[in-house]
C-alpha cells in the first residue's frame, strides 16, 4: 500500500464514521421529541380523564338537579377550576344544550370529549320521569 491508498483508507473511514455520528444525533433527537410527545399526550388525556372524574363527582355530591343548559353553565366553572400542567389550555367550545364540549390543548396537540349533563345525571331534560 502506498501513501496515497492509506490516505483514502483514512478519508473514507472518517466520511462513514461522521455520517453514522450524525445519523445516530438525527436518531435520538427524534426519540427525545417522540417522549416529550408522548408525555404531552399522556397529560392531556389525563386532563380529559380528570375532567370527566370532577364532573361524576360532582353528579354523585349533587343532591338537586336544574335545567341542563344552567348546569352545564355550572360545570364549565368547576372544570375551569382544575389544575392543567403547564403549557396546557382547556376550551370550551360551543356545543347544543345539555352538552359540554371539553378540549384541552397543549404543544399544538389537542383531546377532546363530550359530556352529557343528562347521561352523567346532572339534569333532566323536558319533563320526562318523575
Known amino acids: 500500500m502506498n501513501l496515497m491508498e492509506v490516505v483514502m483508507a483514512a478519508l473514507v473511514l472518517m466520511l462513514g464514521t461522521s455520517a453514522a455520528a450524525r445519523l445516530w444525533g438525527e436518531a435520538l433527537r427524534a426519540s427525545g421529541d417522540l417522549a416529550q410527545r408522548e408525555e404531552r399526550l399522556h397529560n392531556l ?3 380529559l380523564l380528570a375532567s370527566e372524574g370532577k364532573a ?3 353528579a354523585t ?9 344552567e348546569v352545564a353553565e355550572r360545570l364549565e366553572s368547576q372544570l375551569r377550576e382544575l389544575p392543567a400542567t403547564p403549557g396546557a389550555i382547556l376550551t370550551l367550545p360551543p356545543s347544543p344544550s345539555g352538552v359540554l364540549h371539553v378540549r384541552w390543548e397543549a404543544g399544538g396537540l389537542r383531546r377532546e370529549r363530550l359530556l352529557s349533563v343528562s347521561a352523567l345525571g346532572l339534569c333532566r331534560e323536558g319533563g320526562h320521569g318523575p
Open 45 to 47: 388525556e389525563a386532563l
Open 56 to 58: 361524576r363527582a360532582w
Open 61 to 69: 355530591n349533587l343532591t338537586t338537579t336544574g335545567a341542563c343548559p
